[in-house]
């Protein structure tokens, strides 16, 4: 192959990729600003992050090992992020949340009425496993080949966190939403980590899980 077809090919590698990186943050404004619900969010994010990895042929099955160094990392790291999650907004959220106006923002959305079990529970099980699976696994693995691990691990990272945004600014107060997403990116740089040197989603998935608890928590027992 001549230099001009080597620099074609690479540039068509370089946009894929980045296709694959700002999908999901495009499912997520789809879903939440133009049609404004819950569940059609849901089933927008959630089919790129299945689908794209099957459609690549690149499902990262191997990253499935269950390994006793995962589970620990995954059960302390994931305590810990609830405790923060739960524990801060428990304590702060009269000065980070408008309570009201987030009644009124998630009922506009759809996360309500009858189909608000199933949300919460998509929220718990689907989320942590099918985010981790796409960012830490396929996403990790399909750089991880030409770039140096905090390259990936960063830019993983950056692009997981960037589609937290259009959520947590219609939630959080002025500044605070800003504050409010650095532990989102901090949980994408450790779990990026973990994986790293583990070679396994165990950890990211269990911390994740953990994690999206703390957020269920904050909205059963402080929001609803």
Known sequence: MNGIGWKKQSRRKDLASYVRLIGPTLMIFMGLQL????????????????????????FPAQSF???????????ASGALFFLFIYGGLNWLHIYFLKIDQLRVLLLDWGFAGEGEFWLVLVLLVANPILEEVYWRGYMHEKLRIQRSAMYTIWLTSCFYTLYHLLSVFPIFQGIYSLIAILPVLAAGLFWGFIREKT????APIIGHILSDLGIVCVYWFIVR
Do not use: M
């Not at 089933?43 to 099957?54: E, I, K, S």
């Not at 090992?65 to 059960?75: E, P, S, Y």
């Not at 070679?199 to 165990?202: A, D, E, R």
């Open 65 to 75: 090992k269950v390994t006793k160094q995962g589970i620990i990392l995954g059960l």
């Open 199 to 202: 070679g396994s989603l165990t």
């Open 35 to 58: 049609f404004g619900s819950v569940a059609i969010t849901f089933l927008l994010f959630y089919a790129w992050l299945l689908l794209v990895p099957f459609i690549d042929q690149a």
